[in-house]
């Protein structure tokens, strides 16, 4: 006790004891020694409670995904070959543990078949189970049913501060065999349930399978959430469409594939790649760097292959470092990886007129933090390029790529997009450098002038305002077993002139506050080691007025 406590806090006061005042631990009462414990137990906590809390703030609380399956009795004519499930299955293994799924089938009535289940290796075969289960036995389809339970379920079973995601995949209209309900239906899709969508923080992305289907209307509903809609002419356009949502859902680290050929660098522990199958009587090849041939007919350690008749997905850990290669007449796909070096990106905007520009913000993490060595960044090329991503995930870029310049004080690429067309748009963000490749993709939408202007008669200037940067977060890759990757730092506001943005003002809001708490718990402790001391001093003056 005197060792831990006694003369370390005399010294602080100015070296020797002094006279009278002697140092008697023995006589610290029981009651007095357990306030002081509590009082710095209580210290202690607070302090770590605020080096912490920013690190749990880095943690990825994952996404609450909800399938909509349309089984109207047209799909046995549009997907006769049923590559729903695949590609849904495909939604299943490349989500992760901290995700969770339901899938709701529909045609004039919805039906769950499962509820929102955390995808984890344990539930994984009943969702996979639950996928395959989309009869085409329907005569009519009500697309307001499915949304509306699809929404009812997140209400019911979303975690509070969980992203909720809608998918909604169907080949026709809204078709009750009442026309004058249909038009009711339609009008409250696009109006209210899109309104209620977007207050509980829900998009919905729509995927249609014909040109037959109501375009306009799955494309008003679900630009109107903030999600996307996409046509996939062919059922094996669909698993190309889901990984794209799921590239914007869960925002992966990412690698291209340029001619059949990607990069992996040694940071890498894992990468999850999805190759397009020209032909399914085909068969797919992946090939190592050092001409390792895998092609899924062999049990290989730390190697496991699924396939279906669109696409093959391989999952590699601890791959080789350096270049693969895609053979056997598969060229094209994507491939994701879990690495120690990742690429993260932030937009200015969501939303901007067209014509105007989008500010990006883009930086490279490691697991200690941002990579801010200036010979590490100059020998890095970041470039932005918005794609239009019209049909089956085949995209068409929107011109030439824009360089980002580097920040070298702020350890960021800055730059910024133009929004060259109305509709929901793509920005892809690839950064590139000695032996390492990464890929965030970003969305945001770019509404007509008139609409803009209609919305908000007097806009605020690009650049200005209280709008802050979109923080993107890098998502776990997918694996067998799935294991989520390390989460990034919170991003920093972008660069650039004009108000400070919210993140800046609840930065500074939060740093006071953490002061103020620190300022309480050190007044707290002094507190606790005042009255110690009183309680050591009472003695002695006892002891000197009785002498």
Not at 447 to 469: F, N
Request: net charge neutral; aromatic share 4%; with cysteine.
């Amino acid at each position: 006790m005197s060792g831990a406590y006694g003369p370390g806090l005399v010294r602080a006061r100015g070296g020797a004891v002094p006279k009278g005042r002697p140092f008697a631990a023995s006589r610290l009462t029981a009651g007095s020694s357990r306030r002081l414990r509590v009082g710095l137990a209580a210290g202690c906590v607070l302090l770590a409670w605020l080096l912490a809390t920013p690190a749990q703030a880095e943690g990825h609380a994952g996404v609450d995904v909800v399938v909509l399956l349309d089984t109207s009795g047209s799909m046995r004519r549009n997907d006769p070959d049923g590559l729903r499930a695949p590609a849904v299955r495909l939604l299943v293994r490349l989500l992760g543990p901290e995700d969770r799924l339901s899938i709701i089938r529909f045609d004039e009535r919805a039906d769950t078949v499962v509820g929102l289940t955390a995808v984890a290796p344990g539930e994984i075969p009943a969702l996979l189970a639950a996928a395959a289960s989309a009869p085409a036995t329907g005569r009519w389809t009500n697309l307001h049913a499915a949304v509306e339970a699809g929404l009812k379920a997140l209400e019911a079973g979303g975690r509070p501060g969980t992203p909720g995601v809608l998918i909604l995949l169907t080949d026709g209209k809204m078709d009750t065999a009442d026309s004058g309900q249909d038009a009711a239906l339609i009008d409250a899709l696009k109006g209210d349930l899109a309104e209620r969508l977007t207050a509980a923080g829900v998009r919905a992305y729509t995927l249609a399978f014909t040109d037959a289907a109501d375009l306009g209307l799955l494309e008003a509903f679900a630009t109107g959430t903030g999600g996307l809609a996409r046509l996939a002419r062919t059922g094996a356009d669909l698993h190309r469409v889901f990984t794209e949502v799921f590239e914007l859902v869960k925002r992966p680290q990412g690698v291209a594939i340029d001619q059949g050929r990607f990069p992996v660098d040694a940071t890498v522990r894992r990468m999850t790649v999805v190759a397009d199958r020209a032909d399914a009587s085909g068969r797919t090849i992946l090939v190592d760097p050092q001409g390792g041939r895998l092609d899924g007919r062999r049990t290989v350690d730390g190697v496991s292959w699924a396939e279906s008749p669109a696409f093959a997905l391989v999952t590699v850990r601890n791959p080789i470092a350096g270049v693969w290669a895609l053979q056997g007449g598969t060229q094209s796909g994507s491939v994701y990886v879990a690495a120690d070096l990742r690429l993260a990106a932030g937009l200015r905007n969501e939303t901007v007129a067209v014509g105007g520009t989008v500010p990006l913000t883009a930086w490279l993490e490691e697991p200690s933090g941002r990579v801010r060595d200036p010979q590490r960044l100059q020998a890095v090329t970041l470039t932005a390029r918005v794609h239009s991503g019209s049909e089956g995930g085949k995209e068409a870029p929107d011109g030439p790529p824009v360089a980002l310049r580097l920040d070298a004080e702020r350890a960021e690429f800055a730059g910024a997009v133009t929004a060259s067309k109305a509709g929901p748009l793509v920005v892809e963000v690839q950064a590139s450098g000695p032996g390492f490749q990464r890929v965030q993709r970003l969305a945001f939408q770019a509404r007509p002038a008139e609409a803009a202007r209609a919305d908000d008669p007097r806009p605020t200037p690009l650049g200005e305002g209280p709008a802050a940067p979109v923080a993107l977060e890098s998502a776990p890759v997918p694996a067998e077993p799935q294991v989520p990757a390390p989460a990034p730092e919170p991003a920093e506001p972008a660069a650039g002139g004009g108000a400070p943005s919210a993140t800046a003002s609840v930065n500074w809001l939060m740093a006071f506050a953490t002061l103020a708490l620190l300022n309480a718990g050190l007044g707290l402790l002094g507190g606790a080691v005042v009255l110690w001391r009183r309680r050591l001093r009472r003695p002695a003056a006892v002891a000197e007025g009785n002498a």
